[in-house]
């Protein structure tokens, strides 16, 4: 097994760009999660979906979009970049189709993002 | 909404020194899970608390769980070079704290 992929690795963007941050899992999993991570400020969460059709909104979703067409796919789609979306992204997933967190959260290893 | 508090947020120890991290909860938890993150890694999982007072230990690492459910710490005993990373507590709705920087010199 993958376990949780993302693509790309590292990207630069300049203001009002648009680009898709990409995750795949290949473990079957019904929830998967995308986190952004900036200094100080831990891992907060963007969006979420329980299972392909269902997304909903985590503590920080403005400026992002996601959806979930297959259980093995959730893109992240920035739709007019900015300089305040300059992070470290995370996507995660795991067994189990509710939002309280008692399933082991498997990562993926993160995709960098600077926008200028 | 559920706030997940984490102190300290920052320790550099000597190597063979103890290490705790706490974490603190507004409202009541269903569980308590403690990831690892090492410098520029992903966060990985360590483990899972439920029942209120439990206790679990993983080595030199040792997980508590409050009897209220609100608060959460890990100790480490004999602190490693291996062991630098931060740490990370994760409340039952997907709350994660700020996490504590565990810096260990040799």
């Known amino acids: 097994n993958a376990g949780v992929t993302q693509t790309p690795k590292f990207q630069v963007l300049k203001t009002g760009q648009s680009m898709t941050l990409q995750c795949a899992q290949d473990?079957?999993?019904?929830?998967m999660s995308w986190y952004r991570q900036d200094p100080g400020m831990g891992l907060r969460l963007i969006h979420y979906s329980v299972g392909a059709g269902i997304t909903d909104q985590g503590e920080v979703p403005n400026g992002y979009n996601v959806s979930r067409s297959t259980t093995e796919d959730f893109p992240l789609r920035l739709l007019s970049a900015a300089p305040s979306q300059t992070s470290v992204y995370f996507c995660a997933s795991s067994y189990g189709t509710g939002t309280d967190l008692r399933e082991t959260q498997y990562f993926g290893p993160g995709t960098r993002l600077l926008v200028l | 909404g559920q706030q997940v508090m984490q102190i300290p947020q920052y320790q550099h120890v000597q190597e063979g020194e103890d290490f705790t991290t706490y974490c603190n909860s507004s409202t009541t938890l269903s569980n308590i899970q403690w990831y690892k993150q090492r410098p520029g890694g992903h966060p990985v999982f360590l483990i899972q608390l439920v029942k209120s007072g439990e206790v679990k230990k993983q080595k030199r690492l040792t997980f508590q769980f409050g009897e209220a459910k609100k608060n959460s710490s890990l100790h480490i005993t004999a602190t490693q070079t291996t062991d630098v990373g931060t740490y990370f507590c994760a409340g039952g709705t997907l709350t994660f704290g700020k996490g504590t920087m565990l810096l260990v010199s040799p």
């Open positions: 473990m079957n999993h019904e929830y």
